[in-house]
C-alpha cells in the first residue's frame, strides 16, 4: 500500500484529503440551491423524475430557491466555519440539474458564488445529457483560475437498469460527456448506486472496470435507498425492490474499491435519509458507522482501493 494517494489509514484516496493536499487547507463543500429543475420532470425526457429521487432527502434545510444565493453560502459557510473549522468552501449546486437552464442564468450564478472571498470554486451536479457546448466552454474559462469539479449522474452502467429506473438517458451519452470535457482542467465525479433491482455484484464489478478506464477525477458512491414520495418506495411496499443488507453492500462496495485507480478520490460511500422520510433499508448505523464500516473491512482484508488492478503504478501522477 505504497501509493501516495491512498490514506494509510483509510486505506482509500478520500476526496478530503485530496482537498487538503491540493489547498494547503480544510476545505468544505457548501450546499446551494440554484433553483434548477430536471428534463425528466418538465417532460422534457420525462415526468415524475427516477424511481428513487426525492431532493428532500438530500438536500439541507437552508437551501431553498426562495433565499438567495449569498444567504445560503453564508448560512453554509458559518455552519462548517463552526463544526469542522474550514477555512475555505466549494460551493455545490446539488438539487436538480444545474447546468439545465439559460446560459445567462447559469453564468450570473456561478459568477455570485465565485465573488465570495472565501471560495475557491464550484461542484455542479448535473446530468450528462445537459451540458450544452457553451456551458461547458465556460466552466472552462472559470476553471482556468478557479477549481471547477461537474458531478456527473450517472448511477449504473447498465443501459437496462437505466431504463427501468426512469433516468431519460443511457451511457452512450454519460461517455460521450466525459470525452467532451476531458482535457479541459474541468474535474469529473461521477455518481453510483448500488442495488438496484435485478443488479448483480457482477453487473456492479463491471461498472468499475469501465469507470477505472476513464479520465474521471472523483466518485460518489451510496446504497439504494427508498424514501417516502418515490415510485422506489411504492415497488419496496409490493415486494418489488428487495434491499441490499448492509454486508452484501459493504463486500460489493469493497470489491468495487479494489479494483479503481488511486487517482481517483472517493467523495462519498454511502447515502443517508432524514428518518421522517426513510423507507428502506433501516441499518440503523450513523454515518461514521457506515463510512467505517467499509473502511474496516477493507483493513479486515489486508486490501485497500486500486491493489487489484495489474500495474497499479500505471497512469497515476503525483499530486498537484
Same mark, same amino acid.
Given at each position: 500500500?505504497?501509493?501516495?494517494?491512498?490514506?494509510?489509514?483509510?486505506?482509500?484516496?478520500?476526496?478530503?484529503?485530496?482537498?487538503?493536499?491540493?489547498?494547503?487547507?480544510?476545505?468544505?463543500?457548501?450546499?446551494?440551491?440554484?433553483?434548477?429543475?430536471?428534463?425528466?420532470?418538465?417532460?422534457?425526457?420525462?415526468?415524475?423524475?427516477?424511481?428513487?429521487?426525492?431532493?428532500?432527502?438530500?438536500?439541507?434545510?437552508?437551501?431553498?430557491?426562495?433565499?438567495?444565493?449569498?444567504?445560503?453560502?453564508?448560512?453554509?459557510?458559518?455552519?462548517?466555519?463552526?463544526?469542522?473549522?474550514?477555512?475555505?468552501?466549494?460551493?455545490?449546486?446539488?438539487?436538480?440539474?444545474?447546468?439545465?437552464?439559460?446560459?445567462?442564468?447559469?453564468?450570473?450564478?456561478?459568477?455570485?458564488?465565485?465573488?465570495?472571498?472565501?471560495?475557491?470554486?464550484?461542484?455542479?451536479?448535473?446530468?450528462?445529457?445537459?451540458?450544452?457546448?457553451?456551458?461547458?466552454?465556460?466552466?472552462?474559462?472559470?476553471?482556468?483560475?478557479?477549481?471547477?469539479?461537474?458531478?456527473?449522474?450517472?448511477?449504473?452502467?447498465?443501459?437496462?437498469?437505466?431504463?427501468?429506473?426512469?433516468?431519460?438517458?443511457?451511457?452512450?451519452?454519460?461517455?460521450?460527456?466525459?470525452?467532451?470535457?476531458?482535457?479541459?482542467?474541468?474535474?469529473?465525479?461521477?455518481?453510483?448506486?448500488?442495488?438496484?433491482?435485478?443488479?448483480?455484484?457482477?453487473?456492479?464489478?463491471?461498472?468499475?472496470?469501465? %469507470?477505472?478506464?476513464? !479520465?474521471?477525477?472523483? #466518485? *460518489?458512491?451510496? @446504497?439504494?435507498?427508498?424514501?417516502?414520495?418515490?415510485? +422506489?418506495?411504492?415497488?419496496?411496499?409490493?415486494?418489488?425492490?428487495?434491499?441490499?443488507?448492509?454486508?452484501?453492500?459493504?463486500?460489493?462496495?469493497?470489491?468495487?474499491?479494489?479494483?479503481?485507480?488511486?487517482?481517483?478520490?472517493?467523495?462519498?460511500?454511502?447515502?443517508?435519509?432524514?428518518?421522517? %422520510?426513510?423507507?428502506? !433499508?433501516?441499518?440503523? #448505523? *450513523?454515518?461514521? @458507522?457506515?463510512?467505517?464500516?467499509?473502511?474496516?473491512? +477493507?483493513?479486515?482484508?489486508?486490501?485497500?482501493?486500486?491493489?487489484?488492478?495489474?500495474?497499479?503504478?500505471?497512469?497515476?501522477?503525483?499530486?498537484?
Amino acid at each position: 500500500m505504497s501509493d501516495n494517494f491512498i490514506h494509510k489509514d483509510l486505506r482509500i484516496n478520500s476526496y478530503g484529503s485530496y482537498l487538503r493536499h491540493r489547498f494547503h487547507c480544510r476545505v468544505s463543500k457548501v450546499n446551494v440551491d440554484g433553483g434548477f429543475t430536471c428534463p425528466n420532470r418538465d417532460g422534457v425526457k420525462g415526468t415524475g423524475g427516477c424511481i428513487f429521487c426525492n431532493n428532500s432527502s438530500f438536500s439541507p434545510r437552508g437551501t431553498q430557491e426562495t433565499i438567495t444565493v449569498e444567504n445560503q453560502i453564508a448560512e453554509g459557510i458559518a455552519y462548517h466555519r463552526r463544526r469542522l473549522g474550514s477555512e475555505k468552501f466549494i460551493i455545490y449546486f446539488q438539487k436538480h440539474t444545474n447546468t439545465y437552464g439559460p446560459l445567462d442564468k447559469i453564468r450570473d450564478l456561478y459568477r455570485r458564488v465565485l465573488a465570495h472571498p472565501d471560495v475557491i470554486g464550484i461542484s455542479i451536479g448535473t446530468r450528462p445529457d445537459c451540458l450544452s457546448d457553451e456551458t461547458i466552454d465556460l466552466l472552462e474559462e472559470i476553471a482556468r483560475t478557479r477549481y471547477v469539479c461537474l458531478e456527473l449522474g450517472l448511477q449504473s452502467m447498465d443501459d437496462d437498469i437505466l431504463r427501468r429506473i426512469n433516468r431519460g438517458h443511457g451511457v452512450t451519452e454519460y461517455l460521450a460527456a466525459v470525452e467532451r470535457i476531458a482535457g479541459r482542467d474541468i474535474e469529473v465525479c461521477t455518481h453510483l448506486i448500488y442495488g438496484f433491482p435485478g443488479e448483480t455484484r457482477a453487473g456492479f464489478l463491471r461498472t468499475a472496470d469501465v %469507470i477505472a478506464s476513464l !479520465p474521471i477525477n472523483s #466518485l *460518489k458512491i451510496h @446504497q439504494l435507498h427508498a424514501v417516502k414520495g418515490t415510485r +422506489l418506495a411504492e415497488m419496496y411496499r409490493s415486494g418489488e425492490f428487495l434491499p441490499l443488507s448492509h454486508r452484501e453492500y459493504v463486500a460489493g462496495v469493497c470489491d468495487f474499491l479494489e479494483r479503481i485507480p488511486p487517482r481517483i478520490a472517493i467523495q462519498r460511500l454511502y447515502g443517508s435519509a432524514p428518518l421522517a %422520510i426513510r423507507v428502506a !433499508p433501516t441499518w440503523d #448505523l *450513523k454515518n461514521n @458507522q457506515m463510512w467505517y464500516s467499509i473502511i474496516n473491512e +477493507l483493513k479486515r482484508r489486508g486490501t485497500w482501493q486500486g491493489c487489484r488492478l495489474s500495474g497499479m503504478a500505471t497512469g497515476v501522477h503525483k499530486r498537484l
